[in-house]
Antibody
Framework: DVQLVESGGGLIPPGGSLRLSCAASEITVSDNYMSWVRQAPGKGLEWVSSLYSGGRTYYADSVKGRFTISRDNSNNTVFLEMNSLRVDDTAVYYC???????????????WGRGTLVTVSS | QSVLTQPPSVSGAPGQRVTISCTGNSSNIGGGYDVHWYKQLPQTAPKLLIYGNINRPSGVPDRFSGSKAGTSASLAITGLRAEDEADYYCQSYDSDLIGWVFGGGTKLTVL
C-alpha cells in the first residue's frame, strides 16, 4: 500500500531539538513534493515546510530559521529537524505529499497518521 | 488567525443540505489559486475531499461538491448522513506568503 509513516515525536523541553522522520512506501520521495503540516491540540491545520523534488525548500514564517526539511533518498525518508523548540510548536506533525496539476493547483493527496510533539518543561 | 476564513461550525439534520464557505484574498483564492477541501475525523489524519475547486477523488460520493467564485469558495454536502459529522478544512496557495494556507476549519454537526 502507498503510505507515509511518521516517527520521532515525543516530549521535549523548550529550547530543545528533535528530528522527525517520514518513511514512504510505494512512492519515491525524491520524485515527489513532500511536506510537513502540523495541528496543535484542538486547533486547525498549519503548513510547516515543503521539499520539492528538485531540492528547493520552503518554510512557514513561524518556523523559518529553526526547522530544516531534508530527505534521504537511499532510505526513501523525509526528515524535519526542529531546533529552538517553543511551547507553541506543540502539535501533531503530519507528513504529506503535494500534488500539482498546474501552476495554480497544489494540494495534499497523501497523509501519514502523524506524530505528536509536546514541548513542555 | 488563519489566512482563509471558515465558519467555526455548521449543522443540519439528516437528509438536509449544508454549505461551508471559505474566504480568502487576492494573494490566494482571488489570485487564481485553486481551493481544495479535506475532511478530518477525530484523532485521524485529514482526507482529501475535493481538489481543484470542483473535483472529487475516487471514492468520494457525489453528495459532496465544491465551487469557487472570486475570493471565496464553498463546499456543499447534500443528503446529510451521520458519518458526515467531522471537521472540514479548505486549503489554497498564497503567493505573498509563498506557502500553502488552510482555513481554520468548520465543525459539521449532524443533528
Amino acid at each position: 500500500d502507498v503510505q507515509l509513516v511518521e516517527s520521532g515525536g515525543g516530549l521535549i523541553p523548550p529550547g530543545g531539538s528533535l528530528r522527525l522522520s517520514c518513511a514512504a512506501s510505494e512512492i519515491t520521495v525524491s520524485d515527489n513534493y513532500m511536506s510537513w503540516v502540523r495541528q496543535a491540540p484542538g486547533k486547525g491545520l498549519e503548513w510547516v515546510s515543503s521539499l520539492y523534488s528538485g531540492g528547493r525548500t520552503y518554510y512557514a514564517d513561524s518556523v523559518k530559521g529553526r526547522f530544516t526539511i531534508s530527505r534521504d533518498n537511499s532510505n526513501n525518508t523525509v526528515f524535519l529537524e526542529m531546533n529552538s523548540l517553543r511551547v507553541d510548536d506543540t502539535a501533531v506533525y503530519y507528513c504529506a505529499r503535494i500534488v500539482t496539476r498546474s501552476v495554480v493547483t497544489w494540494y495534499f493527496d497523501l497523509w501519514g497518521r502523524g506524530t505528536l510533539v509536546t514541548v513542555s518543561s | 488567525q488563519s489566512v482563509l476564513t471558515q465558519p467555526p461550525s455548521v449543522s443540519g439534520a439528516p437528509g438536509q443540505r449544508v454549505t461551508i464557505s471559505c474566504t480568502g484574498n487576492s494573494s490566494n483564492i482571488g489570485g487564481g489559486y485553486d481551493v481544495h477541501w479535506y475532511k478530518q475525523l477525530p484523532q485521524t489524519a485529514p482526507k482529501l475531499l475535493i481538489y481543484g475547486n470542483i473535483n472529487r477523488p475516487s471514492g468520494v460520493p457525489d453528495r459532496f461538491s465544491g465551487s469557487k467564485a472570486g475570493t471565496s469558495a464553498s463546499l456543499a454536502i447534500t443528503g446529510l448522513r451521520a458519518e458526515d459529522e467531522a471537521d472540514y478544512y479548505c486549503q489554497s496557495y498564497d503567493s505573498d506568503l509563498i506557502g500553502w494556507v488552510f482555513g481554520g476549519g468548520t465543525k459539521l454537526t449532524v443533528l
